[in-house]
């Protein structure tokens, strides 16, 4: 598949109320970047809010992605128009806005990632239709209908929803519970119960409006991905490049003595 149709490959998953599989990288490095493309993950996300990669290697790390048919995406570091336009045009299928507490915020971030006449991002050759070789193609595919994805993690976000999920091109929000329990004055403390009513009310209304809601598995366990499904999860990153990496590497404990 191309970018484009792993994009609608992604819509319909979601549409028919399917979980979507995909994962963080945090660590730039281009045979990494392989690895996870070919994983089986319907989506990766460069992370660049958090990990430590740059502009200039986004388009290797996008193409080795892509090899394993996993469709790029890119969590900008600050949500700007700017962001988003420098993502996309190297080459990510999708962006994951963070700090999303707005439906104006929201809505000008949306028309910042797509070629008029769906919104205002500047047309022009580069790097994700192959510096114009492609370019009917992608104008007449992800260059006006990226996948966008917005991330709750403020609990002004949590108070204005509704509008939120009213946004038009957005296809899933995104909790991030650090960001979210910070700001109500509770980091860490996902057990709390105003935190965990703040996660609830998100869901139901995404589940109302029809909007898929997702959320981060950040230790790799089957049994923890499975039960966010349960949940009624779609949209959901299971893990990270460090963290797997983390827990593999680990020495392990040794129960045997050395022969004498």
């Known amino acids: 598949m191309n970018r484009f149709e792993k994009i609608e490959h992604i819509r319909r998953k979601l549409a028919g109320n399917e979980a979507t599989i995909g994962s963080w990288m945090q660590i730039p490095d281009s045979s990494l970047a392989e690895i996870m493309g070919r994983a089986g993950y319907d989506w990766v996300?460069?992370?660049?809010?958090?990990?430590?990669?740059?502009?200039?290697?986004?388009?290797?790390?996008?193409?080795?992605?892509?090899?394993?048919?996993?469709?790029?995406?890119?969590?900008?570091?600050?949500?700007?128009?700017?962001?988003?336009?420098?993502?996309?045009?190297?080459?990510?299928?999708?962006?994951?806005?963070?700090?999303?507490?707005?439906?104006?915020?929201?809505?000008?971030?949306?028309?910042?990632?797509?070629?008029?006449?769906?919104?205002?991002?500047?047309?022009?050759?580069?790097?994700?239709?192959?510096?114009?070789?492609?370019?009917?193609?992608?104008?007449e595919g992800e260059a006006t209908g990226p996948l966008v994805i917005a991330m709750i993690e403020h609990i002004n976000a949590v108070a204005n929803i509704d509008e939120i999920l009213a946004v038009p091109g957005l296809d899933a929000v995104f909790i991030g519970p650090y960001d979210l329990s910070a700001s109500m004055g509770l980091i860490g403390k996902f057990d709390h119960p105003d935190f965990q009513a703040a996660i609830k009310r998100v869901c139901e209304r995404a589940r109302a409006a029809g909007v898929a809601h997702g959320q981060h598995v950040v230790a790799p366990s089957p049994e923890a991905l499975n039960e966010s499904i349960r949940q009624g999860h779609q949209f959901i990153a299971y893990s990270i490049d460090a963290v797997f990496l983390r827990n593999a590497v680990r020495c392990p404990e040794i129960a045997v003595s050395p022969a004498r």
Request: charged letters at 20%.
């Open 45 to 139: 996300a460069l992370d660049l809010e958090h990990g430590t990669m740059g502009h200039r290697a986004l388009p290797d790390l996008f193409r080795a992605l892509e090899l394993g048919n996993t469709l790029p995406l890119a969590r900008v570091t600050g949500g700007t128009p700017k962001d988003c336009k420098m993502a996309l045009d190297a080459g990510a299928g999708g962006i994951i806005l963070p700090m999303v507490e707005t439906a104006e915020q929201l809505a000008g971030l949306v028309s910042a990632c797509a070629w008029p006449p769906n919104g205002t991002r500047g047309v022009g050759f580069s790097r994700a239709n192959l510096f114009g070789e492609d370019f009917d193609r992608y104008r």
